[in-house]
């Protein structure tokens, strides 16, 4: 069953005054199926960062429709976009997102803060998904505190304990060493395995070739797709390759 349905985007910008428009989308359609972990790749102008915003509820299409659990997003009003974003979706940006002046906890208590949930339930949320994240120990330190994957976990955990229909990752490996990346994609693959709808949008070979299925975005639309079947990593890896190879000629 498909959690999201991408109908036809297009999307222009216009220029400041209005001299010159620019088509970042042009007829993109796919769907998400529930507990599938997908990676969006693209060259930079691609438009892969406008899909995400726009499959975040951050930014409207020109045209087409979007649906999570189909529920068209262009029927949410600006006073509910917030807290229906807060319910669905949870969010891993590259440069993590945590305020200094919170300590672990209660950055990955702030969206249940929001939604007005009690301590104890929150608690209860936290305590399980810390130790699985390998953060339980950290929780009352800070951002400076603690390293780049640390800081990373921390943000999948606040983006998680919503229990969101899809986690939506914009280049989250982007900040890290090789060592944290490889744990993290590793995290990844355990959440996706627990039934976690993952999307994430990356430059990283590697990272996509955890993937179960990548797309490729050029000039505005779905170019190609792989899917994993039985691959390795390693097999993924150069199938990727081989792909943004075969873009990046012309093909």
Do not use: C, W
């Amino acid at each position: 069953m498909a959690v999201l349905e991408v109908n036809g985007l297009k999307k222009v910008y216009t220029t400041r005054f209005g001299g010159s428009r620019v088509q970042a989308l042009t007829n993109v359609t796919f769907a998400v199926e529930r507990g599938e972990y997908v990676a969006i790749m693209g060259e930079s102008g691609s438009g892969k960062t406008t899909l995400l915003n726009i499959l975040a509820a951050l930014d409207r299409p020109t045209e087409g429709e979007v649906f999570l659990n189909g529920r068209a997003l262009s029927t949410i009003g600006e006073k509910e976009i917030a807290s229906f974003r807060r319910q669905n979706l949870g969010f891993v940006f590259q440069d993590f997102n945590l305020l200094d002046t919170f300590t672990l906890q209660d950055n990955i208590f702030l969206p249940l803060v929001l939604a007005g949930k009690h301590f104890p339930e929150m608690q209860a949320k936290l305590l399980p998904l810390a130790q699985q994240l390998g953060i339980a120990e950290l929780l009352q330190k800070y951002p400076y505190e603690v390293s780049g994957g640390q800081k990373q976990r921390a943000a999948v955990a606040r983006a998680l304990i919503t229990s969101p229909q899809i986690l939506l990752a914009d280049e989250p490996t982007g900040a890290l060493d090789s060592r944290a990346s490889d744990s993290l994609l590793s995290l990844f693959g355990e959440i996706n395995r627990a039934g976690q709808t993952i999307l994430m949008v990356t430059h990283s070979t590697k990272a996509a070739s955890h993937a179960g299925r990548v797309l490729f975005i050029k000039d505005g639309v779905v170019f190609h797709q792989i899917y994993r079947g039985g691959s390795t990593n390693e097999e993924m890896f150069h199938r990727i390759s081989d792909t943004l190879t075969a873009m990046a000629a012309g093909a």
